[in-house]
């Protein structure tokens, strides 16, 4: 039984003192694959490392997170053109838009989201979409693509039933993690009514440690508990899970 983790920050500080004793547990664990999604320029080198180390299991990303588009937006996209250039990215992101902590640069966040999703066209590859307090300004950007190539997944889907649909109607996976085992995660209430099909799992680690962890650094390994608590939710195997969100990661990545 194997899973894969459709975002998770191996190269986060949370993990420089244990990274290794980290990835030997997520692979004990069952989860083979993980894509990783950037940040921003100063991540680069630390994603190109663990990639050099787990060059069968990492699948790199490539992005701009909207939490850290600030003054210097137009050196940051211009490193990201580079970037995508020169490596082989699997997706565009994390991109999107964060009015959570601060809504100074929210112009330059839709900007940033545009350009980046252009590149993704560009470069036929999917993008991995970020989301706080911003679905309505998220789904105005996405349906200027309607009807392109536009694929990929809505990271940390925390919509209602409607924002799901519109999110699957625009082509885009619903990226489930820690937040379906939470008591007040509400996601839970409604995702037997969206087909397994649409469904991927992902930990967003070292943030959103599923229950028993809630609170705790996240790391992959916890990646089964939220497949057991989909498998729960749709009332199917847990290997049934771990089989179809795969097969469902690998009709978005093409990996």
Same mark, same amino acid.
């Given at each position: 039984m194997n899973f894969t983790d459709t975002h998770t920050h191996l190269y986060s500080e949370a993990f420089q003192d244990d990274q290794k004793a980290m990835m030997e547990r997520a692979i004990a664990a069952g989860v083979d694959r993980f894509f990783v999604p950037?940040?921003?320029?100063?991540?680069?080198?630390?994603?190109?490392?663990?990639?050099?180390?787990?060059?069968?299991?990492?699948?790199?990303?490539?992005?701009?997170?909207?939490t850290h588009v600030k003054e210097n937006v137009a050196s940051e996209l211009q490193h990201i053109k580079e970037m995508l250039a020169q490596h082989d990215y699997v997706a565009?992101?994390?991109?999107?838009?964060?009015?959570?902590?601060?809504?100074?640069?929210?112009?330059?966040?839709?900007?940033?989201?545009?350009?980046?999703?252009?590149?993704?066209?560009?470069?036929?590859?999917?993008?991995?979409?970020?989301?706080?307090? @911003?679905?309505?300004?998220?789904?105005?950007?996405?349906?200027?693509? /309607?009807? #392109?190539? %536009?694929k990929g997944i809505f990271h940390c889907f925390t919509g209602d039933l409607a924002q799901a649909h519109q999110a699957i109607d625009l082509n885009l996976k619903l990226g489930i993690g820690g937040v379906a085992t939470f008591k007040n995660g509400k996601i839970d209430q409604f995702l037997n009514e969206i087909a397994l099909k649409h469904i991927v799992l992902e930990t967003d680690a070292p943030y959103l440690?599923?229950?028993?962890?809630?609170?705790?650094?996240?790391?992959?390994?916890?990646?089964?508990?939220?497949?057991?608590?989909? @498998?729960?939710?749709?009332?199917?195997?847990?290997?049934?899970?771990? /089989?179809? #969100?795969? %097969?469902?990661?690998?009709e978005v990545f093409g990996v």
């Open positions: 950037a940040i921003d320029s100063t991540y680069t080198d630390a994603m190109l490392e663990l990639k050099k180390n787990y060059p069968e299991q990492v699948f790199l990303m490539c992005g701009l997170h909207p565009v992101g994390e991109i999107g838009v964060d009015l959570y902590w601060d809504q100074t640069f929210k112009q330059q966040q839709l900007e940033a989201f545009h350009t980046q999703i252009q590149w993704s066209l560009d470069k036929k590859l999917p993008i991995a979409i970020h989301c706080r307090d @911003a679905f309505d300004e998220v789904f105005e950007v996405l349906e200027d693509y /309607r009807g #392109t190539a %536009l440690a599923p229950v028993p962890y809630r609170g705790k650094r996240n790391e992959s390994a916890y990646l089964p508990l939220v497949a057991a608590k989909l @498998a729960e939710i749709y009332n199917v195997s847990i290997e049934d899970i771990a /089989r179809q #969100t795969t %097969l469902n990661s690998c």
